[in-house]
């Protein structure tokens, strides 16, 4: 049975509410970048430690994504989108006070199950509340509250846990959610569940030609692309940037996102999906290579302020290729399978939390080698992701 909901003229604007909603949750799930090396002190761990809850949140996304959207169909859209907020924002305030790594570790994979049930539904909502040829658009719009966050979440928690401490970081965060909640609860208009749809059915998706091909390059994508998001301070440090510039360099990553990610929703609309990533992943092997010899030459001794320009416009350029991957992804997926919106939104989220677990995990292993060695690694991902885009361009 179709996902698909009747659309509405004015369905574009109403996704700016759920835009709000996902920057909540793009805050909660990328905030830890800004304070990772004082959560670490705190906590007694090391920083590849303290970067692996990131990778506990995105473990727990991929895996319950499904799960969820399947336990959860049959709930109206609205109640079930504020209490995926209210639920994110009990778990941020547990992880603000948590006694130490552990439970820090429980209330993200807390937090990440509320993630799970909220993204998936909003890019949902978003692309059935358009008109097809709007779908692109519909769907960035969701995705850049998430772009939002790294330009703004991750930068203020940085500023916040460097003037109070992480705890009132995360505090703040929680405070965050509870907003976003109050603003789909009054803005979002009811919109019915769906059937169920068993979770054999969902994953059955899995089977369709055109799926099967697709859905694998948004995990390798976002591991090559987004894996060491989670250790930017560390890596700012190693390319000679000190705690001054921190906050504005992770701006300008930031800055870089949103507008990727504006200009490949509307660039799909009207090219297709195929450039766009191919010229995303192409920006950020060049943009990782290039911080990798940046890397290479601070630790040979050639550290220096006349480094930063550079390192800013890389840093633009590694955010804008990293989140043009988003809409393009989710247009193929929904093309491959317009019948199941639903089920192919959820897995592509599953997808990027997957490949964002996968490249996180990576990274913090790939660390104690050195700054030059993991963005290495990760610029070869993404080679092997245009290579893996042209190898199955012509797949539908």
Aim: charged fraction near 10%; proline fraction near 6%; include cysteine.
């Amino acid at each position: 049975m179709s996902d698909v909901l009747v659309t509405s003229p004015h369905g574009l604007r109403r996704t700016l509410i759920l835009a709000l909603g996902t920057f909540a949750v793009g805050t909660d799930a990328y905030v830890v970048a800004g304070f990772l090396p004082a959560m670490a002190r705190s906590l007694g761990v090391s920083e590849s430690a303290a970067g692996q809850s990131a990778t506990a949140f995105a473990v727990t996304y991929a895996v319950l994504s499904p799960v969820l959207a399947t336990l959860t169909s049959r709930v109206p859209r609205r109640p079930l989108l504020v209490g995926a907020l209210l639920l994110l924002a009990l778990a941020n305030l547990g992880s603000a006070l948590a006694p130490g790594y552990a439970a820090l570790m429980a209330t993200r994979v807390a937090a990440a199950a509320g993630a799970a049930v909220f993204t998936p539904n909003a890019g949902a909502v978003a692309a059935a509340l358009v008109a097809p040829e709007r779908r692109a658009r519909a769907l960035a719009v969701v995705v850049g509250g998430l772009t939002v966050a790294t330009a703004v979440g991750v930068p203020l928690g940085n500023l916040a846990g460097r003037l109070l401490d992480w705890r009132s970081a995360l505090g703040l965060v929680a405070a965050l959610c509870l907003l976003a909640a109050a603003g789909v609860r009054a803005a979002l208009p009811p919109l019915p569940g769906h059937p169920r749809v068993p979770l054999r059915e969902r994953l059955a998706t899995l089977r369709r030609p055109g799926v099967v091909a697709v859905l694998p390059l948004t995990a390798l994508g976002l591991a090559g692309s987004y894996g060491l998001y989670a250790y930017t301070v560390p890596l700012l440090r190693a390319l000679g940037a000190g705690p001054s510039a921190e906050t504005w360099l992770l701006v300008v990553y930031g800055a870089g996102a949103v507008a990727g990610n504006a200009v490949a929703g509307t660039a799909v609309d009207r090219r297709g999906p195929i450039p766009v990533l191919a010229t995303g992943y192409a920006a950020i092997a060049l943009s990782l290579a290039a911080l990798a010899a940046l890397a290479s030459l601070t630790s040979a001794g050639h550290a220096g302020v006349t480094w930063l320009p550079l390192t800013a416009l890389l840093m633009a350029a590694w955010g804008a290729s990293t989140w043009s991957q988003t809409p393009a992804q989710q247009v193929r997926l929904i093309a491959a399978a317009p019948r199941e919106t639903a089920v192919v939104v959820g897995l592509n989220a599953s997808a990027m939390y997957a490949g964002i677990a996968l490249g996180t995990a990576l990274g913090g292993a790939l660390l104690p080698a050195g700054p030059a060695v993991a963005l290495a690694v990760h610029a070869a991902l993404a080679v092997a992701s245009l290579g893996y885009l042209l190898a199955t361009r012509r797949h539908r």
